[in-house]
């Protein structure tokens, strides 16, 4: 009885894997798994930039398409983990760099560079403190940075 239970259970995550087709491997090379993303992100950074992460006009930045630009540069990488809302919030390392890889590959895939090497714990733990005072000034010289490197379709207002 306990055998023929095991069994259906293993049934049915066979089924469940096989009806993601690739997802679940693809998003683990992204260094993400999106269920556990997607709830950090509602109980830790949707509150503020809102559910579609489109942000607030003048008042909270989109997480949509600009973060993309901003992960081309090292200084960039830098400030995505630096701001005040992501580098305080009472997310683990690993769990930060799960939620900025989902970002990235779910809503800044079309302006993240080809190349982009997912955020890793180790990486978060390295850089993601102290957390930036002035972003409005890094912000400016971020933005000035990309511009310079040629690019020109990052907006510096939100
Ligand atoms: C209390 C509100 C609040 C929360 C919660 C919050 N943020 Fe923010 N976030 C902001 C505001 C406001 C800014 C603009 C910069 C500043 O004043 O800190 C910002 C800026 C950012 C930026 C820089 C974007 C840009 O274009 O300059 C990133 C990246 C970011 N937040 C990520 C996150 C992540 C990831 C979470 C969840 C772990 C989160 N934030 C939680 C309010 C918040």
Request: one cysteine or more; hydrophobic letters at 40%.
């Amino acid at each position: 009885m306990k055998k023929m239970r095991a069994r259906a259970l293993l049934a049915a995550v066979l089924a469940v894997c096989a009806g993601a087709p690739g997802g679940a491997v693809h998003a683990e090379e992204r260094g993400y798994s999106a269920a556990t993303a997607r709830e950090a992100w509602i109980l830790n950074c949707m509150g503020c930039h809102t559910g579609d992460a489109h942000g607030i006009t003048g008042k909270v930045p989109p997480l949509t398409d600009e973060l993309g630009h901003f992960v081309r540069l090292p200084e960039g990488r830098e400030f995505v983990m630096r701001v005040p809302g992501a580098s305080n919030s009472s997310l683990s390392d690993a769990e930060l760099a799960n939620v900025l890889n989902w970002l990235i590959y779910t809503r800044n895939a079309d302006t993240k560079p080809a190349d982009f090497k997912p955020y890793t714990a180790q990486e978060v733990a390295a850089k993601r403190r102290p957390a930036l005072t002035d972003v409005a000034k890094h912000r400016a010289a971020l933005i000035e940075s990309l511009r310079k490197s040629g690019n020109t379709a990052v907006q510096d207002q939100y």
